[in-house]
Structures are given as C-alpha cells and as structure tokens.
C-alpha cells in the first residue's frame, strides 16, 4: 500500500494547529494526525490541547517526501529538521510519561539545536536507546525498580 503524501505547504509555519485543526487541514482523520505524532511530529503538550507548530507540520511532510526515508538504529532519534537520524547531543535523553505504557524521548538535535520527539513504548525503551543515557522521571524510576525481582530473594537458602 502506498503512503499518501501530502503538501508540506498547506500548513502556514508561523501558526499553531491543533489535532482538529491539522486534520482539516489536511483532509485526513484525526487519527491520521495522532500517527503522524506517533512516528515523529513533534506536538507540544499543553495539559489536554495538542497544539502542532506549522513549521513542525512542513517539516515533517517535507521529510516524507524525500525518498529512501532512512531508519533510525538504536542509539539514534529521528530529528524532522535534519530529515535524518541523530544521535542525541552527549548522548542523553529525557523519558517523558505520556501513558502507563508509552512515553516520549526527547533529545537536542546534534546538528540543528532542536529538540528531537520520539514516541517510545516503555517496553521497548531498551532496545530503542541503544548507547543513549536516558534520564527517566523519578516516578518512572520507582515503578521499575519496584519490578525488578530482587536478586537476594533468589539466593535465598533453605
Ligand atoms: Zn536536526
């Protein structure tokens, strides 16, 4: 099946959209516009809106226009503006909560100086980090650490 592209143009940079907003824009459901965030759009947070900056919505379609689009490894974050996979600044990124699941990583742009999105599963953090320093929110931390069987239980004697 092949991806329908869209006019990078339809969108007026110096504006903000919301989700409704993009997906009237640009004819497309707003799950369309909520996979498009998922797989890199960057969408600022602002507590229940979703608001997407125009220059982002060029960006990203502009970026899947070219061709031979290029995947990131582990240990890289795809930056919208460079249309390429980075690897984060001091290799380090922040673990932001969006669910109990999945969560958004968040690195400076080598290159560019922007912050680069990545929607991450919590189960594929791991794998997705690769030789990235990831710092997760202190709750986060707790959850996992309260998961992590405990290594004396298992040396226990009889
Ligand atoms: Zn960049």
Same mark, same amino acid.
């Given at each position: 099946m092949k991806k329908r592209l869209h006019n990078p143009n339809l969108a007026k940079i110096h504006r903000n959209y919301t989700v409704?907003?993009?997906s009237s824009l640009y004819g497309v459901f707003k799950g369309t516009?909520? !996979?498009?965030?998922k797989s890199g759009l960057p969408a600022l947070n602002d507590k229940r809106l979703m608001l997407i900056l125009g220059s982002d919505l060029v960006a990203f379609h502009q970026a899947r226009r070219t061709k031979n689009k290029q995947k990131c490894k582990s240990g890289e974050i795809y930056c919208v503006r460079c249309h390429a996979p980075k690897k984060p600044t001091g290799g380090m990124a922040d673990y932001r909560i969006i669910?109990?699941?999945i969560g958004n990583l968040e690195a400076i742009?080598?290159?560019c100086d922007k912050i680069m999105n990545q929607r991450v599963s919590l189960s594929k953090l791991e794998q997705v980090s690769g030789e990235i320093t990831i710092t997760l929110p202190q !709750?986060?931390?707790?959850i996992i650490e309260s998961n992590q069987p405990s290594v004396n239980?298992?040396?226990k004697r009889e």
């Open positions: 409704e907003e993009v516009v909520r !996979a498009w965030i669910t109990e699941k742009c080598p290159d !709750a986060l931390r707790h239980s298992d040396l």
